[in-house]
């Protein structure tokens, strides 16, 4: 007997009741309705092999490879995909998430999706926690209605081929922990409304076209622990409320075109164990409160515009694997307090105007 078949009269009855009493919550289509899209879908991949137990006559929540099914209102329905580096091919458009509006968490990272994200369906996906759409095809603009995935906690989005605008919409997403969209082609300015995503861990956004400042008001995002903007076209002056991001233990802001001071504040950053500012328009004195960082293991400051002399404070820098300096306008003797840095495995300060001897 087919075991879908009891819930075929059961539907039904339900929806009258639902219709009947109070407004649905959410439209929660049938079991059979849910599977249906996802064998719909299956039928449009290039690849079956790995989704051969999909299959009409399997029930989907026990047998169906990557589905996992909760109990919602009563019922048990799909809640879960996960079929990370599959191997799948084909486009992620056809596949019906209307149908599947139970959804908790979504990954198909590592496979060969094309086409565009379907954001008008996707953005209806009210109690979604978890989208891992990482290392694809896919296309195109990420939709505004992404703000109203309101308990969205993960979003991954890195090496695909989204361009557009970060939508300001993504401030109200303020359960998100983890937001990566690293490795696209998006444009456009860093939304000030990032600021209010107080809960996020991990903001990462490098190896785009984004242009203008990093916002200056990203000082409530205290649980911050790696702040990636590196490869972009940012321009401006790095914020000193970074400088309360204090629990950050990586910040990559290399290859843009920020110009002025490295702020002091950055001297606050207890935690930060790499530091990445090389490769912009950075000009000024190094900061004494640098040495302040004592678990720093990267400081790399190279091909900017600093002048003055090396820090002897960076001698308490006693972690530090590689420090480097090269191609600035750095002046003076190489302080004496180098030689505590017992860890470097890479000096260079190369293309400076230093003098005197080598401690
Ligand atoms: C997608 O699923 C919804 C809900 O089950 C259904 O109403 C709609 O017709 C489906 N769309 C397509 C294109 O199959
Ligand atoms: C989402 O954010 C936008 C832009 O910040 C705002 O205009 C809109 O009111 C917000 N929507 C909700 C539901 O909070
Ligand atoms: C940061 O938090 C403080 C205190 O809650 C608040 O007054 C301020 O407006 C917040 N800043 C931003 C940019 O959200
Ligand atoms: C950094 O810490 C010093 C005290 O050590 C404090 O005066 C300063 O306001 C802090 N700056 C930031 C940006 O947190
Ligand atoms: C922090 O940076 C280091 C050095 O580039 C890297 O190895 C590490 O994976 C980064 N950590 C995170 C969480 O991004
Ligand atoms: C670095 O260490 C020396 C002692 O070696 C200490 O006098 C100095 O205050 C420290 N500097 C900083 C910036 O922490
Ligand atoms: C040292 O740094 C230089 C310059 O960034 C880099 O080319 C080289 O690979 C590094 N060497 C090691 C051993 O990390
Ligand atoms: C290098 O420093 C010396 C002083 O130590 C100064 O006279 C000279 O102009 C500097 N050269 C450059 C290219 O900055």
């Given amino acids: ?153 993960v979003l991954i989005l890195w090496g695909n081929q989204l361009s557009g605008h970060i939508p300001n919409n993504l401030g109200n997403l303020t359960k998100l922990s983890l937001l990566d969209l690293c490795h696209n082609q998006l444009s456009g300015h860093i939304p000030q409304e990032l600021g209010y995503l107080v809960n996020l861990k991990g903001l990462r956004l490098c190896d785009n076209m984004l242009s203008g400042s990093i916002p200056n008001n990203l000082e409530n995002l205290t649980k911050l622990t790696v702040l990636s903007l590196y490869k972009n076209q940012l321009s401006g002056h790095i914020p000193q409320e970074l400088g309360y991001l204090v629990n950050l233990k990586n910040l990559s802001l290399y290859s843009n075109n920020l110009i002025g001071l490295i702020p002091s504040s950055l001297g606050n950053l207890s935690k930060l164990s790499h530091l990445f500012l090389w490769h912009n328009q950075l000009s000024g004195h190094i900061s004494q409160e640098l040495g302040k960082l004592v678990n720093l293991e990267n400081l790399d400051l190279s091909k900017n515009m600093l002048i003055g002399s090396i820090p002897n404070s960076l001698g308490n820098l006693t972690k530090l694997s590689n420090l480097l300096l090269w191609s600035n306008k750095l002046s003076g003797h190489i302080p004496k307090e180098l030689g505590n840095l017992v860890n470097l495995n890479n000096l260079s300060l190369a293309d400076n105007n230093l003098t005197g001897s080598i401690p």
């Fill in 1 to 153: 007997m087919d075991p879908l078949s009891p819930l075929n009269l059961v539907l039904p009855l339900a929806i009258l009741l639902s219709s009947l009493l109070a407004p649905p919550a959410i439209a929660m289509p049938s079991i059979e309705e849910q599977a249906g899209a996802l064998i719909a879908w299956k039928a449009t991949l290039q690849t079956h092999e790995p989704l051969q137990s999909w299959d009409r006559k399997a029930w989907p929540c026990h047998s169906w490879r990557g589905i996992g099914c909760g109990a919602r209102q009563g019922k048990l329905v799909i809640t879960k995909i996960s079929l990370r580096g599959m191997r799948l091919r084909g486009s992620l458009e056809v596949l019906n998430f209307s149908a599947l509006t139970m959804l908790t968490s979504v990954d198909l990272s590592h496979n060969k999706l094309t086409g565009r994200i379907p954001w008008s369906e996707v953005g209806n996906l009210a109690i979604l926690e978890d989208l891992r759409l990482g290392i694809n095809k896919l296309s195109s603009s990420i939709s505004n209605s992404i703000g109203n995935l309101a308990k969205l906690s």
